[in-house]
C-alpha cells in the first residue's frame, strides 16, 4: 500500500476484555514500530520489530501487551484483560531499514469503558 | 519516557510571520526528526537531519541542529492558517531506529 495502514480506526472496548489492533506497515519496509500516545503527550514507544522478531519490546507497559509480526510484514498489538488507563491512539509507523525515515498510520483509538 | 523537551509548549502567531520552535535532547543521537501532528490524526514526518548535518531546508522550513548543544530548531516561515498544528522532534540514538519523542509545541496561525 502507498502508506502505513492501521485496522480498526476507533475501538470502543469493555474493562477487562481482548482487544487486537492491526498494523500494515509500507511494503518492503523491514523494520515496525509500535507507540502509545495520549491526550496532550507525545508518542510513547511500546514495541519494535526487525523482520519477524521484536527487537526491542522495553516499551510495553506490562505482561497484559502483547505484540507478532509472524511473516514480516503485518503485526498485531494484542491487549488482554484491558484497562480504562490503556485509553489511548496506538500509533504504528514503519522504515525501510533502521535509521531511516520512520512513516506513521493513521493510529487507532482505543477507548476502554 | 521522553527524550525531548519542546520550547514552546504553545505558540500563537498571525499569518505570514515566522514561526521558530526548539527542542533539546538528553542523549547522543544518530538523527533528529520533525514531525507534524493535525489534531486527531496521524504523524506527518517533515524532515529528518542526521548527527553530521548542521542545516538542512524543505520548502519553507529550515531545521538546524547543534550537537555540542543537544539542541535542534525548527523555522516555519512565511506562516500560513493550514500550518495550525502540533510539532514535535523525535531523536533516534542509534537503539535500532526507534525514535524518542518531546512533548511537542502547538502552533496556531490566526488568519
Known amino acids: 500500500g502507498a502508506g502505513v495502514s492501521q485496522t480498526p480506526s476507533n475501538k470502543v472496548t469493555e474493562k477487562g476484555k481482548y482487544v487486537e489492533l492491526r498494523c500494515d506497515p509500507i511494503s518492503g519496509h523491514t523494520a515496525l514500530y509500535w507507540y502509545r500516545q495520549s491526550l496532550g503527550q507525545g508518542p510513547e514507544f511500546l514495541i519494535y520489530f526487525q523482520g519477524t522478531g521484536a527487537a526491542d519490546d522495553s516499551g510495553l507497559p506490562n505482561d497484559r501487551f502483547f505484540a507478532v509480526r509472524p511473516e514480516g510484514s503485518v503485526s498485531t498489538l494484542k491487549i488482554q484483560r484491558t484497562e480504562r488507563g490503556d485509553s489511548a491512539v496506538y500509533l504504528c509507523?514503519?522504515?525501510?531499514?533502521?535509521?531511516?525515515?520512520?512513516?506513521f498510520g493513521e493510529g487507532s483509538w482505543l477507548t476502554v469503558v | 519516557s521522553q527524550q525531548g523537551e519542546e520550547d514552546p509548549q504553545a505558540l500563537s502567531i498571525q499569518e505570514g510571520e515566522n514561526a521558530t520552535m526548539n527542542c533539546s535532547y538528553k542523549?547522543?543521537?544518530?538523527?533528529l526528526q520533525w514531525y507534524r501532528q493535525n489534531s486527531g490524526r496521524g504523524l506527518v514526518h517533515l524532515i529528518l537531519i542526521r548527527s553530521n548535518e548542521r542545516e538542512k531546508h524543505s520548502g519553507r522550513l529550515r531545521v538546524t541542529l547543534d550537537t555540542s548543544k543537544k539542541s535542534s530548531s525548527l523555522l516555519i516561515t512565511a506562516s500560513r492558517a493550514a500550518d495550525t498544528a502540533s510539532y514535535f522532534c523525535?531523536?533516534?540514538?542509534?537503539?535500532?531506529?526507534?525514535?524518542?519523542f518531546g512533548q511537542g509545541t502547538e502552533l496556531s496561525v490566526k488568519p
Open positions: 509507523a514503519s522504515s525501510f531499514n533502521p535509521g531511516n525515515t520512520i512513516y
Open positions: 523525535a531523536t533516534d540514538n542509534n537503539q535500532g531506529g526507534k525514535l524518542i
Open positions: 542523549t547522543s543521537i544518530n538523527n
